[in-house]
C-alpha cells in the first residue's frame, strides 16, 4: 500500500458531510433500535445495567460519528494516472484499487439530497466484471466529479469481453 | 444525461455496422411504406434492450426529428416495419405455417446469403422458429418445471396433513406448469428472428414486445442443444450467450438442424465464431472420455448433500408407516445397522452421480477449432458448445482429493456470459470433466492460450509463511466453536468434537502449504487448497480491475491479499508480505 505523488484526497467538506450523514442515521436508525432492543432486554437483565449498556453504546456511536470520517477522509486518495485509475481507500479494512482506462464500461455521478447541501457528488466507474461499481469516490466537488466523469468515459479500446 | 454527441465514441463497435452502408439508406428510406411507422410507434412499448444506444429509442418517438443519424432511426424502421404484418400486428396467436417464407426467399436465403449480401439487403425476411417445436417443447418443458419443483411434491406425497392443503399445494405446482406451458407457446408462436444488415435481430413477445439486435462479434458462446425429443423431431435449440442479463439472451427453441447450422454460419461469417464449413481445420480431439472415465467422475462427485436427502426421506418415510414402527425400529437399532444404512446411502447416491453424468457426459468429446474450442456431451440431450478463444475470460482446474489420487482433474472454462440452464445459474460454460493429470497442462494451454504457461511444471510463489499464522487462528476459533456446541448439546460423544482441533489445524497447514501464485508477462496464476485444490489461471489481457484489500489483522501480519477482476468473475491470490504486493501492484497496473 503506498502512496502516489500525484495522488490527490477529497474535497474536506467531505468529513462534514460524512458526519451529518452518519448523525443522521445515529438518530433516526440506530439510538431507536439501541432503545427498543434495550426495552426488550429490560424485562430479562436488570435495567440499570441495560441503561448504563445502552448509554455507552450511544456515546461510541457518537463519538465514532465525529471522529471517524476524519480518519476517512485522511485514508482516502485517488489519482488519474497515464494507464488507469486509482483509488486507496479504507481505514481498518484497506483497499487499493487500479482500474485500467480501457476497461471502463461507463462512469456514473450520482449526488444525494445531503450531498446536494454541501456541493458534493459520488463518483462510480463501473467495469465488465460485475453487477457493481468496480470504483467509486465519495465526497468529490461536482464539477470535479463532472470533469472526472468526462476524462475517464473519454477513454476508449479494447474492453477485453 | 449525456448528450446523443458525448455517446457516440463509446459505441463504436456497436454501431459500426450500421455506419458501414449508410450509402444505401436514402433508398431505403423511399422504398419503405412510411405510414406504418408512425401508425405502430405509440402501440409499441419500447423495451429495447440494447442498452447501448439509447438515441435509437429516442429516435423511435419521432423519426422526422433525427436527420443526420438516419442509421438509427432506420434499424427501428426495419423492427417496426419487419414484425409480419398480419399476426404480428393485430393478433400473433393465429401465426400459422403460412408465416412460412415463400419458397424464393426461402431458398435465397438457405443458398447461403454472405455476409457481404445481409449487410446490404434493404430489407431481411423474418423467420419464425420450426412448426412442430411446440408440440416438441411442451412436454420436456412441462416436466422440467415439475421437475424442479421435487421438494414440494415430496411434501405433497408424503406428508401433508388435511386433504385441503394438499389441494394448495397442487395448485401452486399446477399454476407453475401452466405458466411455464404459456411461455413455451408465447416463445413458439411470437418469435421471429433474421440475420440482417450483420446482426442477429431476435423479435419476441404478446404483450410485451421485445427486439433484441445482437451483435455477433459480442458472443460469448454458442450452445445447440437437442434433447430426446428435437432429435426425434429433427430439430435443434439455439442458445447464444453474450455478456449481458444473467440469461441466454438469444433463445431459438427451436429450429431445424438445417436453419440452426446455417444461422450459425451467418453468425461465424461476421462474428467471432466458427462456421461449418471451417471443420476439416478441425485438429484433432484434445479431449473424449470413455465410460468409465464418465463413472470415476460421477463417483467424485461430492455427495453428502445427496445423502442428507436421502436420509431425511428415509426417516420420513418411517415416519409415514407409523409411530409404532418407528419406535420399534429405533429400539432395535444396532450401530451397525445405522453404518449399512449410511453405507447404502453413499452407495445409492453414488449411484445416482455416477448415471447422471453418463447421462451428462456421455460421448464427450473437446476439440480445438481454429481459434475455438468445441465441445460435445451427452446421452439423451445432446449439447455443441462453442467458445470463441478470444472470449475466455478464465480457466478454472478443480482437483479435489479423490479425483486428484485418481490421477484426474477438470477443467472449467469461463466466459463473460453467465447462463442460466434449468434454474441454476451456470458460472463454467465449458466443462472438461476429466482429464489425466499429465494432459491438465496441454488442456488448459489450448483453452488459454495467450497465457502461455503452465502451472503443473512450473513452480508457483508460495503464499507468504505468516498467513500460516493467520490460517491457524481462524481455523482453531472456527473449531473451538463446534466443539463449544458439541460439549453444550452432545452427550457422552462431545469428548469426539475435541477431535476437531488438530484436524482443523492439519486441514490449515494443508491448505496453506498448497496454496501458491504465479504471475508472468502473460498471465496470473492462483492455486488454492488441498481437499479441493483449485488452480485458476487468467490472460493478463482480459484483467478488468485490480484490487488489494488488507483487513487489520493482515495488517498486524504485513500481509495484504490481491484480487484481480475479469468479466464474469473474480480470483484473489494467496495472502502476500508487503513486498510481493508492492511488486504485484507495479505488475498488474
Known amino acids: 500500500m503506498h502512496d502516489s505523488t500525484d495522488a490527490k484526497s477529497l474535497d474536506p467538506k467531505a468529513v462534514m458531510l460524512w458526519r451529518m450523514q452518519r448523525l443522521i442515521r445515529l438518530l433516526v436508525v440506530t439510538i431507536p ?113 463532472e470533469r472526472l466523469r468526462d476524462l475517464l468515459s473519454r477513454r476508449g479500446g479494447d474492453d477485453g469481453v | 444525461m449525456v448528450s446523443e454527441d458525448d455517446d457516440k465514441p463509446e459505441h463504436t463497435d456497436e454501431i459500426a455496422i450500421d455506419e458501414l452502408d449508410g450509402d444505401d439508406k436514402p433508398t431505403e428510406e423511399a422504398d419503405r411504406p412510411e405510414p406504418h411507422v408512425p401508425d405502430e410507434s405509440p402501440t409499441r412499448p419500447f423495451q429495447r434492450p440494447r442498452m447501448s444506444s439509447p438515441s435509437v429509442s429516442e429516435a423511435g418517438i419521432d423519426p422526422a426529428e433525427i436527420g443526420p443519424s438516419v442509421h438509427d432511426f432506420d434499424s427501428v424502421g426495419m423492427h417496426l416495419e419487419a414484425v409480419p404484418q398480419p399476426s404480428g400486428n393485430g393478433n400473433p396467436l393465429m401465426t400459422d405455417p403460412s408465416i412460412e417464407l415463400p419458397e424464393p426467399l426461402d431458398t435465397l436465403v438457405a443458398g447461403g446469403m454472405m455476409e457481404a449480401d445481409t449487410l446490404l439487403t434493404p430489407d431481411t425476411p423474418w423467420r419464425s422458429l420450426h412448426p412442430v417445436s411446440l408440440a416438441v417443447n411442451l412436454l420436456p418443458r412441462a416436466w422440467a418445471t415439475v421437475r424442479n419443483m421435487w421438494p414440494i411434491l415430496l411434501f405433497i406425497f408424503l406428508g401433508g396433513e388435511g386433504f385441503g392443503f394438499r389441494l394448495a399445494e397442487l395448485m401452486i405446482v399446477l399454476i407453475f406448469t401452466l405458466a411455464s406451458v404459456w411461455n413455451t407457446f408465447i ?26 439486435t445482437i451483435d455477433p462479434a459480442r ?72 465410460i468409465p472415465e464418465i463413472l470415476a ?61 453418463i447421462f451428462r457426459f456421455y460421448g464427450y468429446r473437446m476439440t480445438r477449432l481454429d481459434d475455438a474450442v468445441r465441445t460435445t456431451q451427452g446421452l439423451t440431450t445432446k449439447r455443441n458448445v462453442e467458445i470463441p478463444l478470444s472470449k475466455v475470460q478464465m480457466v478454472r482446474t478443480d482437483e479435489p482429493l479423490v479425483r486428484r489420487m485418481m490421477g484426474y482433474g477438470t477443467v472449467l472454462i469461463e466466459t463473460a456470459g453467465l447462463g442460466v440452464v434449468e434454474g441454476q445459474v451456470r458460472q463454467a460454460e465449458g466443462m472438461v470433466p476429466m482429464v489425466e493429470a499429465e494432459e491438465l497442462s496441454a488442456v488448459t494451454a489450448c483453452t488459454v492460450p495467450h497465457a502461455n504457461v503452465d502451472p503443473w511444471t512450473t513452480p508457483l510463489r508460495p503464499a507468504h509463511p505468516r498467513s500460516l499464522y493467520r490460517a491457524i487462528v481462524a481455523a482453531s476459533v472456527r473449531a473451538c466453536v463446534f466443539i463449544a456446541i458439541g460439549f453444550t448439546f452432545l452427550g457422552y460423544l462431545k469428548w469426539l468434537t475435541v477431535a476437531l482441533l488438530p484436524m482443523a489445524l492439519i486441514g490449515a497447514w494443508l491448505d496453506w502449504a498448497k496454496q501458491g501464485w504465479l504471475v508472468t508477462p502473460n498471465s496470473i496464476v492462483s492455486r488454492r487448497g488441498f481437499f479441493n485444490r483449485r488452480t485458476f489461471i487468467l490472460s493478463r489481457d482480459k484483467l478488468q480491475s485490480v484490487h488489494v484489500v488488507q483487513g487489520p489483522f493482515m495488517r498486524l501480519h504485513g500481509l495484504s491479499r490481491v484480487v484481480v477482476r475479469v468479466a464474469g468473475s473474480q480470483v484473489s491470490l494467496p495472502e502476500t508480505g508487503a513486498e510481493d504486493t508492492a511488486w504485484l501492484e507495479d505488475a498488474l497496473s
Open chain 1, 33 to 145: 433500535m439501541l432503545i427498543a432492543v434495550g426495552i426488550a432486554a429490560a424485562s430479562v437483565v436488570r435495567s440499570e445495567l441495560v441503561i448504563v449498556l445502552v448509554i455507552t453504546l450511544i456515546a461510541v456511536n457518537g463519538v465514532l460519528a465525529i471522529s471517524w470520517p476524519a480518519l476517512e477522509y485522511g485514508a482516502f486518495r485517488y489519482a488519474v494516472r497515464d494507464e488507469d485509475l486509482l483509488v486507496q481507500s479504507g481505514v481498518l479494512f484497506k483497499r487499493w484499487s487500479s482500474i485500467p482506462h480501457n476497461r471502463i464500461q461507463h462512469v456514473d455521478t450520482r449526488q444525494g439530497p445531503m450531498e446536494r447541501i454541501f456541493g458534493l457528488s459520488r463518483l462510480l466507474v463501473f467495469t465488465a466484471a460485475g453487477m457493481s461499481a468496480d470504483g467509486s469516490i465519495p465526497g468529490l466537488r461536482t464539477a470535479e466529479a
Open chain 2, 187 to 212: 416463445h413458439w408462436a411470437t418469435l421471429r428472428y433474421r440475420m440482417h444488415q450483420g446482426r442477429l435481430e431476435i423479435n419476441t413477445g404478446l404483450l410485451n414486445k421485445q427486439s433484441r
Open chain 2, 219 to 290: 458472443i460469448q458462446n454458442v450452445e445447440l442443444v437437442q434433447n430426446l425429443f428435437h432429435s426425434w423431431a429433427g430439430l435443434v435449440e439455439l442458445r447464444i450467450d453474450t455478456a449481458g442479463e444473467l440469461s441466454t439472451e438469444g433463445l431459438l427453441s427451436a429450429l431445424s438442424v438445417e436453419d440452426a447450422t446455417e444461422l450459425r454460419d451467418q453468425l461465424a461469417r461476421v462474428g467471432s465464431l466458427t462456421s461449418s464449413d471451417d471443420e476439416s481445420e478441425v485438429i484433432e480431439p484434445i479431449v473424449s472420455m470413455g
Open chain 2, 297 to 357: 467422475f460421477g463417483l467424485t462427485q461430492r455427495t453428502i448433500g445427496t445423502v442428507a436427502v436421502i436420509a431425511i426421506v428415509g426417516f420420513e418415510f418411517m415416519n409415514q408407516a407409523g409411530p409404532e414402527v418407528a419406535r420399534e425400529v429405533s429400539q432395535n437399532l444396532q450401530p451397525s445397522t445405522i453404518i449399512a444404512a449410511l453405507m447404502l446411502a453413499f452407495v445409492g447416491s453414488w449411484a445416482v452421480s455416477a448415471l447422471t453424468s
